[in-house]
């Protein structure tokens, strides 16, 4: 009897969760300007039934979700949203489980939408006949016909409206190529908020939630140096086809990632100069725009040599203040 009970008030909480969830991702949906936040708070619901239930019915309450939000936004929408935002979920609560720290639950999250995405389109295209690529194209062709036509009511001048026309056929034609890193980048920036919530909410309810550690001990993996090497040999030596794609979106995507490296090292720096921690996030924002290619390569720099390491080694060597007055 107690187990039965235990089984009918999981699927409880799990029922109650995956309704939380669906209505999270339709607020997210429907409303403007916040609707995006909120929808960063869809995966936590997922976590809670994983930590409390275990992943199984974690899965259960994703399939569930999903299909109900099919019914609701339609079968293409319900499926990119719930199950990718799901996967999310599914990983952090695992994670918790197992006891990861916060930067493998942030990769796994981030590889797993990916995976998902894929499955996912590949799924339509195959089992339907459905190239939600074209899709998406299609839809972004439309919305900025729709633009420049509102731009020429408006009255803007030919030749802004030509400059708006070429602009627009530009980012069109680009899309396609640029579409894998931004997919990638897109679910890094997405597990990456996913887990900040979920740490804020499971904490509040009790849990044991690891942090990231802090912005300047970010640190880019060594192999990124290969992967970059890779990217720069496959734009020399293929103009076109798969394998520059592939060089293509590998550049972009370790570049971003020396960025931030460089953002990190610069934020090491002045938290040893003593800034406080407000002009240092101002100093960064102000000058990242501008200086993107020198933080970029103070990344590189940082990833290759180790500067901090190097930075902190020597001071290790310094003899303490009392011995050098001494002396």
Do not use: C
């Amino acid at each position: 009897m107690t187990g039965a009970r235990g089984s009918t008030r999981s699927l409880t909480e799990g029922a109650l969760l995956a309704s939380l969830s669906v209505v999270l991702v339709l607020a997210g949906y429907y409303l403007p300007l916040v609707g995006g936040l909120i929808t960063f708070l869809w995966p936590v619901p997922i976590a809670v039934v994983v930590l409390r239930h275990g992943l199984r019915l974690g899965i259960m309450t994703v399939l569930t979700a999903g299909l109900i939000l099919s019914m609701v936004v339609g079968v293409v929408q319900g499926a990119l949203l719930g199950f990718t935002l799901g996967a999310g979920g599914l990983i952090l609560g695992w994670g918790w489980l197992r006891g990861w720290n916060a930067g493998r639950m942030v990769a796994v999250s981030a590889v797993g939408q990916v995976a998902v995405i894929m499955v996912t389109l590949a799924s339509f295209r195959i089992l339907l006949s459905i190239d939600l690529l074209a899709l998406t194209l299609g839809a972004v062709s439309q919305a900025m016909e729709a633009s420049i036509s509102i731009y020429s009511r408006l009255g803007v001048s030919g030749y802004e409206l030509g400059q708006m026309e070429a602009l627009a056929a530009a980012v069109i034609e680009l899309m396609p190529l640029v579409l894998p890193s931004g997919v990638v980048l897109g679910s890094v920036f997405t597990a990456y908020l996913n887990f900040l919530v979920a740490r804020g909410v499971l904490r509040r309810l009790g849990h044991q939630a690891p942090a990231l550690p802090p912005f300047s001990r970010w640190q880019v993996p060594v192999y990124a140096l290969v992967a970059f090497a890779a990217s720069l040999t496959l734009r020399h030596f293929f103009k076109d086809g798969t394998l520059f794609r592939l060089g293509f979106n590998l550049f972009y995507v370790i570049y971003l990632a020396f960025v931030v490296q460089g953002l990190s090292l610069a934020y090491f720096f002045l938290e040893r100069l003593s800034v406080p921690r407000a002009f240092r996030v101002i100093i960064l924002v102000v000058t990242v725009l501008r200086m993107e290619h020198i933080y970029a390569l103070a990344g590189l720099v940082e990833v290759g040599l180790g500067v901090r390491a190097i930075v902190e080694a020597r001071d290790a060597r310094r003899p303490p203040p009392e011995r050098r007055n001494n002396a």
